[in-house]
């Protein structure tokens, strides 16, 4: 089964920094391009983030400079850290993986259920 | 980056309705357009991509149509499940830009 589980979630600081994971089963997380998404509460998605399986790595101007998108292939886990944390930062994390190259694109077919960062003094 | 529009933001249907939910991108993105479900705490599901490719598993109701700028996803015979929140998504700018619409809303009517 191919699964995606999200953690690292939670409260931080404003201006300061969080790293939350997103562990992959099924598949392999480096043989595919990985992104994150997010979701501000009551609002629509965002997308934020993604990696492709040649490693380069794209991000939103909202988190430009800010968060890195990263992963570890031995474990087979996805990364973002997040610096700099701002409160319209604060949101429900997806991690999913994305069915595309440079000469298609499929859709988002995993999706994580979700971590809750909180930014708040 | 592209915007996507997505209308009506909220539709009333009943079961068994036909729903039409209209996206239109601020430039032309071929057909990298994808279609999301979302119920209420859940995570997005996949429904259709390259515009009207219907991905494994979702049921045949569900279908999308379009090329250039403006799509449309159609529920034919809206079942209780359907009720939810949808999203098209655009992927054509490189590097990456991918933009969301603002999302759909199906209730009971």
């Known amino acids: 089964e191919l699964q995606l589980v999200e953690s690292g979630g939670g409260l931080v600081q404003p201006g300061g920094s969080l790293r939350v994971s997103c562990a992959a089963s099924?598949?392999?997380?480096?043989?595919?391009?990985m992104s994150w998404v997010r979701q501000a509460p009551g609002k629509g998605l965002e997308w934020v983030s993604v990696i492709y399986s040649g490693d380069s790595t794209y991000y939103a101007d909202s988190v430009k400079g800010r968060f890195t998108i990263s992963r570890d292939n031995s474990k087979n886990i996805l990364y973002l850290q997040m610096n700099s944390v701002r409160t319209e930062d604060a949101a429900v994390y997806y991690c999913?993986?994305?069915?595309?190259?440079?000469?298609?694109?499929?859709?988002?077919?995993?999706w994580g259920q979700g971590t809750t960062v909180t930014v708040s003094s | 980056d592209i915007q996507m529009t997505q209308f009506p933001s909220s539709v009333s249907a009943s079961v068994g309705d036909r729903v039409t939910i209209t996206c239109r991108a601020s430039?032309?993105?071929?057909?990298?357009l994808a279609w999301y479900q979302q119920r209420p705490g859940k995570a997005p599901k996949l429904l259709i991509y390259?515009?009207?490719t219907l991905q494994s598993g979702v049921s045949p109701r569900f279908s999308g149509s379009g090329s250039g700028t403006d799509f449309t996803l159609t529920i034919s015979g809206l079942q209780p499940e359907d009720f939810a929140t949808y999203y098209c998504q655009q992927a054509n700018t490189f590097p990456p830009r991918w933009t969301f619409g603002q999302g759909t809303n199906v209730e009971m009517k």
């Open positions: 430039q032309t993105i071929n057909n990298w």
């Open positions: 099924g598949f392999t997380v480096s043989s595919n391009y």
């Open positions: 999913s993986r994305v069915r595309g190259s440079h000469y298609y694109y499929h859709g988002m077919d995993v």
């Open positions: 390259a515009a009207s």
